[in-house]
């Protein structure tokens, strides 16, 4: 069986192998890093399947680097931080992060939310078939132009084009297309695509919806595509069909 690998980018050698010890041990591969040059020699040539990143590198922009990890590969990123402030968790989810942990950080929900990330990224292992099966939901979404191939997680748009979206991008367009037409508030969209409730003030899936936006074309004064329904959440408004 092979060990999911977890790339560790802290300046601080204390902390990367203190989640190298503890990772290891609940059977994960770890690789430790201190520098963002490293990181992506790192990901070059043994590419990792998360990356947790700390952001306040000496010298360097945390930031940056995560920009170049989503231009280059798919993997999960879960940044790993002191800074707490609000907007470097925007600017993070903006990028692209999967997840943003401030420290100090527990361990064990650090795990959890490694864990969510990972599942997200590689599918399950199908369940055992029940006495009545419901049918299985056919792969292919289709709206606006678009199409959504939930099965190699890729989206086209006309042309046959592909655009690429992150894990929460993915999640997020997934869960809104198959239903279509329905007022899905908050609370329920980050249940569906992260695996725990909203706690106050949390704008992920606002910045998920933003980014959403930007790529499918859809203005975001005037949103065709994902309107805002005010007090409510959001509604994914054209029509889909499924193949």
């Known amino acids: 069986m092979t060990l999911p690998h977890v790339a560790v980018l802290d300046d601080e050698v204390d902390i990367t192998q203190l989640l190298a010890t503890y990772l290891q041990a609940q ?15 790192l990901m ?20 940056v680097i995560a920009r170049q990890l989503r231009e280059h590969w798919r993997c ?12 470097d968790k925007v600017v993070g989810l903006e990028i692209g992060a999967d997840d943003y942990v401030t420290k100090p950080f527990d ?11 990972l599942r997200r990224l590689v599918p399950a292992e ?32 006309a042309s046959g084009t592909e655009v690429v979206l992150t894990t929460g991008e993915f999640e997020l367009l997934q869960v809104l297309a198959r239903h279509a037409g329905r007022v899905l508030s908050r609370d ?10 909203a706690a106050p003030f949390d704008r992920t899936i606002d910045v998920l919806v933003g980014r959403l936006r930007r790529k499918l074309g859809d203005n975001a004064d005037e949103p065709q595509l994902i309107k805002s329904v005010r007090g409510a959440g959001y509604l994914f408004a054209p029509a889909v069909s499924q193949h």
Do not use: M
Request: charged share 25%.
């Open 107 to 117: 361990l064990r929900e650090l795990l959890a939310r490694i864990k969510a990330v």
């Open 126 to 157: 199908p369940a055992p078939p029940a006495a009545a099966p419901a049918p299985p939901q056919r792969p292919r979404l289709r709206f606006a132009g678009w199409e959504l191939d939930t099965a190699a997680r890729r989206l086209v748009d």
């Open 188 to 197: 329920f969209l980050l249940e569906q695509t992260r695996g725990r409730e």
């Open 44 to 63: 070059a040539r043994d590419p990792a399947a998360l990356v947790l990143l700390d952001l306040g590198l000496p010298g360097e922009d945390g930031f």
């Open 76 to 87: 999960g990123l879960v940044i790993v931080t002191g800074r707490g402030d609000a907007i």
């Open 27 to 41: 059977g994960f591969r770890v690789s430790q890093v201190h520098s963002g040059r490293a990181l992506l020699e």
